[in-house]
C-alpha cells in the first residue's frame, strides 16, 4: 500500500511546505494544505500543555556531568503568561498571553541551522569522514572536552596581560 493516497490531503508547515510543494504534488497526487508555523506550533503547544500531564518538565540540580533528577511541573491550569523560544533556521522569542494572543517580542536569523552549518565548516578537516552526518550533539560533546580560553576571546585578549 502506498503511504499516500491520490487526491489525499497533507498538511505541511514552513519554509518546506513551499520549496517541496510542485515536488510532494507531483510525485504523490495529494493535495498540500499549507499552514502558519507558528500558529500551528502555538495550538500545538497549548493543546499539549493543558492535556498532556508530564509534557512540561525541568531537571533539578543539573551539572554538566549528570542532567539531575527529571520534575513535572503540571502548568495546565495556570499556562499564561509564558515566553516561547523558538529555535530553527533562526530564533524567534514569543510572548504567550492565551490561546489566541502572542508576539514575537525578539529573535535572530542566527539559530541551530547557522550553528550546525559552522560548526560543520569549522569541524571538517578535523573529522571529514563525518561532516556529512555531523549534529549539534557532536558540537555539544566536542565543547564539553574542549577548552574554552583556546577559543574565546578573554579581556586579556583586548587590553593585554594575563
Known sequence: RERLQPKEKVAATGGGAYKYANLLMEKTDC????FDELK???????????????????????????????????????AYPYLLCNIGSGVSIILVEGPHRYNRVSGS????????????????????????SFKGSDAFMMAFDGVANNVDM???????GA
Do not use: W
Not at 31 to 34: R, S
Not at 43 to 48: E, K, M, S, T, V
Open 109 to 132: 536569523c542566527i539559530g541551530g541551522g547557522t550553528f550546525i552549518g559552522l560548526c560543520r565548516l569549522l569541524c571538517d578537516r578535523l573529522q571529514p569522514e563525518k561532516s556529512k
Open 31 to 34: 493535495v498540500l494544505e499549507k
Open 154 to 160: 578573554t579581556v586579556g585578549d583586548i587590553y593585554g
Open 40 to 78: 500551528s506550533l502555538l495550538f500545538g503547544l497549548d493543546f499539549l500543555l493543558h492535556n498532556v500531564e508530564d509534557e512540561c518538565f525541568y531537571y533539578e540540580n543539573p551539572t554538566l556531568e549528570k542532567a539531575g533528577e527529571k520534575m513535572i511541573y503540571n502548568i495546565s491550569q495556570d
